[in-house]
């Protein structure tokens, strides 16, 4: 017997339901993404850089067989069971078995790597066990959750997965030899998310177990084109950490992965987007078709007044901000970080418009787009990485991410017009304001006054323009939401 609440796709009303699964996500994350960034500073200086470089290396590894664990299933789990909310119990049942074999398999390969790679007795116990999380981490219901437009769920239980994992560090941790125990605190992070979502879905909606071969088959083969371009980012920052961990040192990885535990704080918001905008654009697509150019658009819009002034402002201040973030040892990771800030603006881009792409079933050309794009990351630190070292790796992640992007947005491109153009103007001189004050500023205040002053000063001048001010939700006589409203025959956000 179904179970649970209507169909979500009954629900293109006038209640931002997005806006506020995009709330509630988002809050979790920045207190997640603040009690994480605690934890890495405390274990980057716990740890130093060659213990902070295995951890990384470790993660790298188990990002790369990542892709073998969910073969892009969340995804197209979000995707079908959006078009056929009747059929969730069945799905959510076919889709978990998936993922929980494909997960199985991923840890075996990884082990069998482990076995022949010429790693270090404590590089290969580390990775051995941060690879448990391909069996628990990857199994949450996130995707479903999603697809139900009920986001409330998934991000209590990543909190309190996280919370578990931080009180772990900061309770058992405390000597340069606990780095096996770090991975261990992961691993039980993510088995308690898993089983939190997992009983609470259950619950709510029911799960319809039965599955087989020629289920896992169909459900491999279609999701399979989703399974390069819902990862390229893990893809391109885990190849970039593997082969720099070869043709380098242990230190530094360590310094490569302090300035990437940033460029992850701002992925993490994005991957939050995607979850929020799949499901909304494949029923608007059957709904209103029409809203999409101008969902397309304004999207865009704010995503490029948060990026750019969030790439020059973090060019501005990354090396201050590493040392202050995790020591006098990572002075080599400022250079690092200007480049991965960069290569976190352009994934969101990629994430904005390669989103679309796969809700309008365009993940095929995304996949060659991506490809494409870990061809140039690989080849790029094969040659550069020998000469320069980390800030040459994430040049090359920087790159590969632009790839990505310009191909989405010409694939959307050719299907339909995009909507209201960029704001460049304003966003522009805003930003070039904002790197004015940061310059006048240096060394006469702090790394944390000057990142207050710049976000003062952009957020001021942004706000002059009124266009600029109709795309803030919560200004007073703003109605906001996913779904176009119709006023005399005109079309809005």
């Known amino acids: 017997m179904n179970r649970g609440p209507a169909a979500p796709g009954s629900r293109l009303r006038s209640r931002p339901v997005a806006v506020r699964n995009l709330g509630w996500m988002g809050t979790a994350r920045v207190l997640q993404s603040l009690l994480a960034l605690g934890a890495n500073f405390y274990l980057a200086r716990v740890l130093g850089p060659e213990g902070f470089g295995v951890l990384g290396l470790a993660a790298a590894l188990v990002s790369c067989f990542a892709i073998l664990a969910t073969l892009g299933v969340p995804v197209l789990a979000t995707r079908e069971t959006a078009r056929a909310w009747d059929r969730r119990q069945q799905v959510a049942g076919d889709m978990a078995a998936s993922l929980l074999v494909l997960g199985v398999v991923a840890y075996g390969c990884l082990v069998a790597l482990l076995l022949v790679a010429h790693l270090s007795p404590l590089e290969t116990a580390v990775s051995a066990i941060s690879g448990l999380q391909l069996v628990a981490g990857p199994r949450t219901f996130l995707w479903a959750f999603s697809a139900a437009e009920r986001m409330l769920v998934p991000a209590l239980a990543n909190l309190a997965g996280t919370l578990l994992r931080v009180g772990l560090v900061f309770g058992l941790v405390h000597a340069h030899g606990a780095v096996r125990l770090v991975a261990w605190t992961a691993v039980a992070g993510g088995a308690a998310t898993a089983a939190g979502e997992l009983a609470v879905y259950a619950g709510i909606y029911g799960l319809n177990w039965r599955f087989g071969p020629g289920t896992l088959w169909r459900i491999v083969r279609a999701s399979a084109p989703l399974a390069i371009s819902s990862m390229m980012t893990r893809v391109y920052t885990s190849l970039d950490t593997v082969i720099l ?233 703003r109605k906001w939401g996913w779904v176009p409203a119709h006023r005399n025959g005109r079309e809005r956000l």
């Open 245 to 477: 961990g070869y043709l380098s040192n242990a230190a530094a990885v360590g310094e490569f992965t302090a300035a990437r535990k940033m460029f992850w704080l701002l992925i993490g918001f994005l991957d939050i987007y995607a979850q929020v905008l799949l499901p909304t654009v494949v029923r608007m697509r059957t709904t209103l078709p029409g809203g999409l150019s101008g969902l397309s658009g304004k999207g865009i819009n704010l995503l490029v007044a948060i990026l750019l002034p969030m790439a020059v402002g973090g060019t501005c201040l990354a090396q201050p901000l590493m040392l202050a973030l995790f020591g006098p040892a990572y002075r080599p990771a400022g250079p690092v970080f200007v480049a991965m800030i960069w290569a976190a603006a352009a994934s969101g881009v990629g994430v904005h418009f390669g989103t679309i792409v796969t809700a309008l079933d365009g993940e095929s050309s995304l996949a060659w787009a991506t490809g494409w794009g870990a061809l140039l990351d690989v080849a790029g630190n094969i040659w550069l990485v020998p000469h320069f070292g980390a800030p040459a790796a994430a040049w090359v992640t920087a790159a590969a991410e632009a790839l990505v992007a310009v191909c989405a947005v010409w694939k959307v491109g050719r299907q339909f017009p995009l909507g209201p153009g960029l704001v460049l103007t304003p966003v522009m001189l805003s930003t070039v304001g904002m790197a004015a004050g940061l310059w006048m500023l240096r060394g006469q205040v702090s790394v944390w006054e000057s990142l207050a002053a710049g976000i003062v000063i952009y957020g001021g001048l942004w706000m002059l323009w009124p266009q600029n001010r109709r795309m803030i939700p919560v200004l007073p006589g």
